[in-house]
């Protein structure tokens, strides 16, 4: 019998959309462990955003220091290790974003737990399936070590639904903090009003074909119009042509939108490993031998200059009659 530790991000006093998906998991590993679910949430801000959080999950536990301000992998692992410890836990886990992927091997090192990384299910107590070689195959492991560290895939676990009843919210202390000499000497940050890239239901990515930054802004106004989040291939991505932080695929960000629209992307096995969980998937590519349309319910074989101005033209006109 054991917890489970839930480590949760959270903005703007409530939690991400990735950290409910975290908890959905979180829930099912507690009643295979016979434990609770406990709710982490670490850095500027959680105690504000601890109410919000406990109407998902019974225990709340908040830790907040100038130190920890914002995420260092350095500062925030050893807090998790220790409060696993103290909070009986048998099971760690977060999301498999950026922060979630980067913190979890290092608690689980700390600890002398096993590592199920990026998992889609939850099997037992100690099994797990995940996928590998690009999404082409699914693994099952299972992890014999007293404490687990897990990783979930965001699109394979939906967001937990709330609470009947608000949990506890406890606020814990930090101890003593070491960054080990790492320091944060500025954060910069994009601000949007679009969906996260991870949770929104319609994604528009541009890739290569795109040819420039500048070339982008029509698809922006397409996704904006249709109330989506912007997504790119790692080739648009690491171009420059747009933030880093649009990649989708093997090396980015994994989604699985209600619609995806692919313009200008080959189509290639590591981006495909992104998004090809997608409900319903567009592509249009001038290319017609493009590996993208073997994976596309809707295919045009046409130049981004073509289609994108007549789409966006048509959902005005659209928009403009109802
Ligand atoms: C270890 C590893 C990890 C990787 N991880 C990722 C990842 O996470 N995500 C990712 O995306 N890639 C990843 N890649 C890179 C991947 O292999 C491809 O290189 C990349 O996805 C190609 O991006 P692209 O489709 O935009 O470019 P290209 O393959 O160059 O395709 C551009 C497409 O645009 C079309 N096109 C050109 N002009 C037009 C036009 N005017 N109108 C319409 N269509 C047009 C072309 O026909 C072509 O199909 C990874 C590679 C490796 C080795």
């Known amino acids: 019998m054991g917890n489970v530790l839930a480590f949760c991000e959270f903005g703007d006093g409530?939690?991400?959309?990735s950290a409910l998906s975290n908890l959905t998991f979180a829930r099912a590993a507690a009643a295979a462990h016979g434990g609770e679910v406990i709710a982490l949430l670490v850095g500027a801000g959680a105690a504000?955003?601890?109410?919000a959080a406990a109407r998902y999950a019974g225990k709340v536990v908040t830790v907040e220091h100038g130190d920890l301000a914002a995420y260092l992998a350095e500062t925030y692992a050893p807090v998790v290790?220790?409060?696993?410890?103290d909070h009986g836990a048998t099971v760690v886990t977060a999301t498999a974003t950026a922060v979630g992927k980067d913190l979890l091997p290092?608690?689980?090192a700390l600890l002398d737990a096993g590592m199920a990384s990026d998992i889609s299910r939850l099997d037992g107590a100690t099994q797990f399936t995940r996928?590998?070689?690009a999404g082409n195959a699914y693994a099952q492991i299972e992890v014999t070590t007293p404490v687990i560290c897990v990783t979930v895939r965001q699109s394979e676990f939906p967001?937990?639904?709330?609470?009947g009843a608000a949990g506890e919210v406890v606020a814990a202390d930090a101890g003593a903090v070491d960054a080990l000499g790492a320091r944060i000497d500025r954060v910069e940050s994009q601000k949007s009003d679009r969906p996260e890239l991870t949770s929104a239901k319609v994604v528009v990515s541009g890739g290569r074909g795109m040819q420039s930054g500048d070339n982008f802004k029509v698809l922006e106004e397409l996704a904006d119009l249709l109330g989506a989040a912007m997504g790119a291939s790692r080739a648009a991505t690491d171009a420059g042509m747009v933030p880093a932080d649009w990649q989708v695929g093997q090396t980015g960000k994994i989604v699985a939108p209600n619609l995806y629209i692919a313009v200008a992307i080959s189509g290639a096995i590591q981006h495909l490993a992104g998004m090809k969980g997608s409900k319903t998937i567009v592509a249009i590519n001038k290319d017609p031998e493009a590996p993208i349309f073997q994976v596309a319910d809707y295919g045009v074989v046409t130049t981004w200059e073509k289609a994108i101005p007549e789409l966006v033209e048509e959902i005005k006109k659209l928009k403009a009659s109802r």
């Open 48 to 51: 504000a955003a601890g109410p």
């Open 14 to 17: 409530a939690l991400k959309a």
């Open 81 to 85: 290790a220790r409060l696993a410890g």
């Open 159 to 163: 967001q937990a639904e709330e609470l």
């Open 106 to 108: 290092r608690v689980a």
């Open 131 to 133: 996928p590998i070689l």
